[in-house]
């Protein structure tokens, strides 16, 4: 049969920004250096950024050897090999502007290296200012780029901002937060970073799904038994613990990355790929969701101890800098939640995310029911279908299925289809924030969440922190290296499950 499929035209095959720049708070933090600058260098090798392109970094305080950090940067993070052409490209583009965030002058000295930067370099009036700053300084940010009158456009020209996560700290948060960003930025200029969007597995969630006939006759309750998804990190908080205590594993990770996953592994099919198609089906998923029982007996949260990881002893979360000796942060948080849909009505759908776990792994495994009846003498050796997408590492899609096992006799085991990217394509992979900054330069906003989504989000974990806020005795403890705190395991058991080792 030959291939009746018909495409719209790809009018965008040539994926390469105007002329533009990016300004950037935050150009000393952690991420710049290891996220940002580095993806702006790749882009800029790959010929996908014009030569024009200008960084212009907001600093507090003077900083010597901006150019110098700013290239060890680039050396210690790009993915494309560094070259003294591009680099040299790259840092004749960047500029430096000092001053406190909440001061005035900072913002008008800001406008007129816009200007000098648009009639030098060529820039065009285009920029997205990108905040790459603690949380509670958006809003000096925000106001200071509204009162200077720098998002304002003219005929040709845009200005967008791009805002990290967590966007907000609670739904009431979020809400007071989107209202000071919409004061200043139209709502399609605002471009709320979720990087776990970006990454190419995550995307393939929606080409597997909408892309075959295979899995969507399955895709469903009836056959469905119950689905995990994990994001777990072998490293403890480091140098971060200014940003992560008081915010913890659940609304680090959970509140955006996870619950973005189920949404695309649980939505129905989009229309078509744009941002609002998208948001639609997301949208309804997570407003369908709610905890798979009560809520006390649905979400479990922990921290790491002391312990021995990785033939070193590490201390625990308490005693990591920066971090007090009564913290409630949960380093582990875990949630069983439910779809009360047509298609997930009874499907519990787990989501457990931590720090110090026994390995770097995030996946989404969707494990199948048993099937109703099994015609073989014996059925030992023989587990759950169970189709895993492995978002990192070893990035791919595996599927346990029984087979035969070769011999005289009718034995079954499982065994595992493979696909692995390293192995199926040779095409260059970019990093989640190289694809998702050259969407902002781009003006499309598909991969990013929307501010519903974000609410939709916070309303469900605000309900796991108020019962935790509650009963202060439910923070469970785990050693370093193990996969969590014994009440997660407690409480898959509760719903007839266990956790997978990924
Ligand atoms: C960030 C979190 O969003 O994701 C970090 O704030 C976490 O705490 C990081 O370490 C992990 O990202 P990745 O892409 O390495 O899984």
Redesign the pocket.
């Known amino acids: 049969m030959t291939n009746p499929l018909r495409a719209a035209p790809d009018v965008r095959l040539q994926r390469i920004a105007g002329p533009c720049g990016i300004v950037l708070f935050g150009i000393t933090g952690d991420l710049s250096k290891r996220k940002i600058l580095p993806a702006l260098y790749d882009l800029a090798n790959r010929g996908l950024l014009p030569p024009s392109f200008s960084i212009i970094g907001v600093v507090r305080s003077p900083r010597e050897n901006m150019l110098q950090t700013i290239e060890e940067s680039i050396r210690n993070g790009a993915k494309t090999t560094v070259t003294d052409t591009t680099l040299k490209q790259v840092l004749s583009g960047v500029r430096i502007v000092v001053g406190a965030f909440d001061d005035p002058h900072t913002y008008a000295e800001l406008g007129t290296t816009l200007d000098d930067v648009d009639s030098k370099r060529g820039t065009a009036g285009n920029f997205a200012f990108y905040l790459a700053i603690p949380p509670e300084l958006f809003p000096t940010v925000l106001n200071g780029i509204g009162e200077a009158g720098l998002h304002q456009v003219t005929e040709n020209t845009w200005r967008r901002v791009v805002i990290e996560?967590p966007f907000g700290h609670d739904l009431a948060s979020a809400q007071a937060l989107n209202d000071v960003v919409t004061r200043v930025f139209p709502a399609d200029s605002v471009f709320r970073i979720d990087?776990?969007l970006g990454?190419e597995t995550v995307q393939n969630i929606l080409a597997l799904r909408f892309a075959n006939e295979l899995y969507e006759p399955v895709w469903n309750s009836s056959h469905v038994d119950h689905v995990q998804i994990t994001?777990a990190?072998d490293?403890g908080i480091g140098s971060?613990g200014g940003y992560?205590d008081g915010i913890g594993a659940t609304r680090?990770?959970i509140q955006?990355?996870l619950l973005q996953l189920l949404a695309l592994t649980a939505m129905e099919e989009p229309t078509s790929f744009s941002a609002h198609a998208l948001q639609i089906e997301k949208e309804k998923i997570l407003e369908a969701t709610h905890f798979f029982g009560p809520v006390g007996e649905s979400a479990v949260r922990a921290q790491y101890t002391e312990g021995w990881q990785g033939g070193r002893w590490v201390d625990a979360y308490r005693e990591e800098r920066g971090i007090p000796h009564d913290s409630m942060t949960d380093t582990y948080g875990a949630l069983a939640l439910g779809i009360e849909t047509r298609r997930w009505s009874g499907v519990p759908f787990y989501l457990r995310a931590g720090?110090r776990l026994g390995r770097?792994v995030?996946e989404i495994a969707i494990v199948f029911k048993y099937p109703p009846f099994l015609p073989f003498p014996s059925t030992d050796g023989l587990g759950q279908n169970t189709l895993v997408i492995h978002v990192?590492p070893n990035e791919g899609v595996t599927f346990n299925v029984g087979s035969k096992v070769p011999g005289s006799s009718m034995r079954l085991r499982d065994i595992t289809m493979d696909f692995a990217y390293g192995h199926a394509f040779t095409e260059y992979a970019p990093e989640?924030y190289e694809r998702l900054i050259l969407d902002v330069l781009l003006g499309e906003p598909p991969l990013f969440p929307q501010q519903k989504e974000i609410e939709l989000s916070w309303k469900i974990i605000d309900q796991a922190e108020q019962a935790w806020a509650q009963s202060p005795e439910t923070l469970d403890t785990y050693a370093p290296g193990s996969w969590g705190p014994r009440s997660a395991d407690a409480m898959l058991r509760r719903f007839g499950h266990s956790w997978r080792r990924p």
């Open positions: 996560k990087h776990y990454k994001m990190e490293i971060r992560y680090d990770i955006n990355h720090k770097r995030s990192q989640p």
